[in-house]
């Protein structure tokens, strides 16, 4: 089965700097590549995605990458603000197929 | 357009107890998938009901089980409760863009 691994797991980063996090996946037959953002006491948010035919993604300040042939996917946050501040997932799965598979997470602190 | 929506939000059970845990997706939405999240484990998938049918199941034994009504709202049933089975129990529903989960605020349960 797929399995979803993501780094760092801690990440601190000055207010107005970019923070990228990372994530690798196994399997090849996977096409769905979704981030979530976790705040406290708060389901999962996603926050961007991307699917395996194209190879970045961005919005306002926000960016996904993905490398098929790597297998490895990255968030990209630029002019990083302290509400950024949370837990980030990656997750990965088959579009069509909701058996998600999510990374462990990378808790993001943005220092004012 | 209202949310997903859990309830209850917080339920304290004994061993060897079972609970049910009740998901109301976006409106519109066919497919409600559950996740249990705990420190350890992360975000693991549990099973997916899409039209009253369980379309994916994860790796949990048969002590988790689920359902789903003709108006899409999902219930899960955990029997036997175990000290182990404390997390918390996220639902997820996808609409027309099968691929796009957008999770509840969860259920947080507590076996003592």
């Known amino acids: 089965g797929e399995n979803v691994e993501q780094h760092p797991s801690t990440l601190s980063v000055q207010e107005g700097d970019s923070a990228v996090i990372k994530c690798t996946y196994s399997?090849?037959?996977?096409?769905?590549f979704p981030w979530y953002k976790q705040e406290l006491g708060k389901g999962p948010q996603l926050i961007i995605d991307i699917r395996s035919n194209v190879g970045e993604k961005k919005d306002q300040r926000i960016a996904v990458t993905l490398n098929k042939t790597a297998k490895h996917f990255s968030l990209h946050i630029t002019e990083t603000q302290p509400e950024d501040s949370a837990v980030y997932f990656c997750?990965?799965?088959?579009?069509?197929?909701?058996?998600?598979?999510f990374g462990a997470g990378t808790r993001l602190t943005v220092k004012p | 357009k209202a949310g997903v929506t859990q309830t209850p939000r917080y339920l304290i059970k004994t061993r060897g107890q079972q609970v049910t845990l009740s998901c109301s997706p976006i409106s519109g939405h066919r497919s409600v998938s559950w996740y249990q999240q705990t420190p350890g484990q992360g975000l693991q998938f549990l099973f997916e009901y899409f039209s009253e049918t369980q379309r994916n199941k994860g790796n949990f034994p048969g002590r988790f089980s689920g359902r789903q009504f003709s108006n899409s709202r999902s219930e899960m049933n955990v029997s036997t409760l175990e000290l182990g089975d404390s997390a918390l129990y996220l639902c997820a529903s996808s609409g027309q863009l099968d691929d796009e989960q957008y999770f509840g605020p969860g259920t947080r349960l507590t076996v003592t």
């Open positions: 997750a990965a799965s088959i579009i069509n197929n909701n058996d998600m598979r």
């Open positions: 399997d090849s037959a996977s096409n769905y």
